[in-house]
């Protein structure tokens, strides 16, 4: 939690003066989404569901794997970047109060995740599993579109 938490705090109070490129800043977070997608559904889901051996050491990497992933985010959001290579929709730059409340949700749940994965019990892994997929699915309702 804390290092996607604390970057997105440092983002909100400081967005760069010297900007990357759009199309750079949605490569990168198309990049970072496809990563943490790789490792929260195809990862850890898939070994909670018995679709991929249960690999508890490999669940700890993938959970560091997101937070550190997820630390660009704020900057691949911090300028705002839509058009046709893009599903960001614009409510992220006219509404970034709530963005920021889902980035901060989804980073306080990791950071959930990340201590359940800790303590290796499946039935604490379980649930923490589910509610850090409820902020995925609660940030693309309002930000993401189809
Ligand atoms: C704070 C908002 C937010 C959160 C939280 C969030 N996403 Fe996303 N996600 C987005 C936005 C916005 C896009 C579109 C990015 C773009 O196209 O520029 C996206 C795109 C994606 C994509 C498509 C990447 C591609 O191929 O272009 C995947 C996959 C994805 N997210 C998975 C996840 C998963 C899994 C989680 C939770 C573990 C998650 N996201 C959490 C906002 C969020």
Not at 83 to 106: C, H, L, M, Y
Request: charged share 25%; glycine share 8%.
């Amino acid at each position: 939690m804390k290092p996607l938490l604390s970057a997105v705090v440092a983002a909100s109070l400081a967005i760069p003066a010297l900007a990357a490129e759009p199309k750079d800043l949605i490569d990168a977070r198309q990049g970072a989404f496809k990563i943490i997608k790789y490792e929260f559904a195809d990862t850890l889901a898939a070994m909670m569901r018995g679709k991929r051996e249960f690999d508890l050491e490999r669940m700890k990497i993938a959970v560091n794997r997101i937070q550190a992933v997820g630390g660009v985010l704020p900057e691949a959001f911090a300028v705002e970047s839509t058009g046709d290579n893009t599903r960001a929709k614009a409510e992220i730059w006219s509404d970034p109060d709530g963005f920021q409340a889902a980035a901060v949700k989804f980073g306080e749940k990791i950071g959930e995740l990340s201590a359940a994965v800790q303590t290796g019990d499946k039935a604490q892994i379980g649930p923490a599993l589910q509610a850090a997929g409820k902020t995925c699915k609660g940030c693309h309702d309002d930000y993401r579109s189809k």
